[in-house]
């Protein structure tokens, strides 16, 4: 449940705005999650872009209430490269325990073209499962999340669009229509379900409406402080510890 609210709120190819960075940044955050006004998970990432590569590391776990019924857990890390408005992944490693099993899924990548989907335990394969070979330019799950909630310069914000990959789904994240707020920036996003989907969850939902707020730091740049969310198990939000 945690990790589908995420990856319909966010999940968050990315699109990065400006020229890629030369120097070595740092984005490093944590989010409390809550869902119906109930704790639900905590989100934490950490990442590091040297030139015109990146590495990142993330981590979700059920937190409060939630963890209390059941201990969840996504660890994961990426590689990849940066260029110019465009992510390019090398690599990607997913670490799940969802509190009755425990699983292992990496993706490996030729030219942006994810190459190779493992599983370990092995999964059986269905019918709608979506092939990895048609799938270039797409990035995975733990790179569209730092590519939204990074700090960017100001004047950047909400300039996102990607299309994301996991292994099974395909979907869809834009940032757009930015309006001050004082001194804060608040955008609209929409995450859209595209394929690999059942009739089911298409049928009940494919369109999940978001809404992402910047606030400025001292240093001029601009870091999301808050995701505000509609998803299939109500209203959800993101807030930056």
């Known amino acids: 449940m945690i990790k589908s609210v995420l990856i319909a709120a966010l ?6 705005p400006g020229a890629a960075v030369a120097e070595r940044t740092e984005d490093n955050a944590t989010f409390h999650v809550v869902i119906r ?16 590569r990146y590495a990142v590391s993330g981590l979700l776990k059920s937190t409060g209430i939630a963890a209390l019924f059941r201990k969840i857990s996504y660890r994961a890390t990426a590689k990849g490269a940066v260029s110019r408005a465009h992510h390019t992944p090398f690599s990607y490693v997913e670490q799940a325990d969802t509190g009755k099993k425990k699983s292992t899924s990496t993706m490996s990548y030729s030219r942006g073209v994810p190459s190779a989907v493992q599983y370990m335990p092995p999964r059986e394969g269905r019918s709608k ?10 990035v995975d799950t733990l790179t569209a999340l730092y590519a939204i909630l990074r700090d960017v310069d100001a004047g950047q914000e909400c300039k996102v669009s990607l299309k994301m990959y996991d292994g099974r789904y395909v979907s869809s994240i834009a940032i757009s229509k930015p309006k001050k707020a004082d001194d804060s920036v ?20 494919t369109t999940f409406p978001f809404t992402l707020t910047y606030q400025p730091l001292t240093n001029g740049r601009m870091r999301v402080t808050e995701v505000v969310m509609k998803s299939i198990y109500g209203n959800a939000a993101m807030k930056r510890r």
């Open 37 to 52: 006004g109930i704790s639900a998970a905590s989100l934490s990432f950490s990442a590091v872009q040297d030139g015109n």
């Open 186 to 205: 608040i955008c609209e996003g929409q995450y859209v379900r595209i394929k690999g989907f059942s009739a089911k969850e298409m049928a009940e939902h």
């Open 129 to 138: 499962d979506v092939d990895p070979a048609t799938q270039g330019g797409t």
């Open 11 to 16: 999940a968050l190819g990315a699109a990065l």
